[in-house]
Structure formats: structure tokens, C-alpha cells
């Protein structure tokens, strides 16, 4: 898979560098209007699986939407309004938990039916595993 970031335009010269030489990592692409609202994300990989972990801390796992079609995994949170209460005004805020949504292109050797996810100490571990691959056995061939 090719890792490739969409909505920076001035470091598309360091990313196409970024993509020729790590050409193995899960592709991912940003919603185009949300800039820097993207949380990051560690990809991981191991034999078995791709190991996605989204930085979200201070969220409700419930307010997260994870979905799997045509090959785009897609992660999103939307942000809850806020009940107003007269009694209670901020004075300073300084942290703010805006909606957003990231997409990654899902090869064909991920089991999209497998598709994982938990929320733990505000990150967001997503579990992709690998198909299994079946080898051809292995064909004796008499000489005449």
C-alpha cells in the first residue's frame, strides 16, 4: 500500500519523496477542508496485520464512526454540541474537540470482513488484518 497525504500542497515535494521510498504503509487521504484538524496517526505493521492508533484523546467511543466500503476504510468523529448553561461560563479555552475524518485505501491484502477497533487511553486502535495467503502446493512433475 502507498502512503499518501492529499491536503498539504507545500510539502507535496518532501511526500512524493515520502511515497516512493516507503511504498508499504496503508494509503490515507484527508478530508480536503479540515487542514490541521486531523488527528495523527501511528500505522504499524507486523506479519499478521496493519495496527492503525489515532490520537483522540478526550472523546466518547460512541461518537466515533468507523466504516469499511470499496476499499476505503473511513474514520470519523463528529463533535456533540454543547449544552449551554447560563451558570456556567469559560473564561479561557484553550482545547477544543472539532469534528473530523480520515480515509485509507485498503489493498487487497486486508480481510476487510476482520476489521477491529477499541478505544482505549484516548487513542483510537483500528486492527487490519491480512488475508491469509494461500500457496499453490507444490506440483511434482514426472520426466518421461
Known sequence: MTFVKTNYPVKRGFDSLFNEFFNNFPATTEAPNEGFASP?????ETKDAYHLEILAAGRNKEDFK?????GLL?????????SKNEDYKTVRREFTFR??????????????DKIEAKY??????????????????????NIL
Open 99 to 112: 469534528s473530523f475524518k480520515r480515509s485509507f485505501n485498503l489493498d487487497e491484502t486486508i480481510d476487510a
Open 74 to 82: 473511513t474514520i470519523s468523529y463528529e463533535k456533540k454540541e454543547e
Open 66 to 70: 468507523i466504516s469499511a466500503d470499496n
Open 120 to 141: 482505549e487511553n484516548g487513542i483510537l486502535k483500528v486492527l487490519l488484518p491480512k488475508k491469509d495467503v494461500v500457496k499453490p502446493a507444490v506440483k511434482e512433475i
Open 40 to 44: 495523527k496517526v501511528n500505522i504499524h
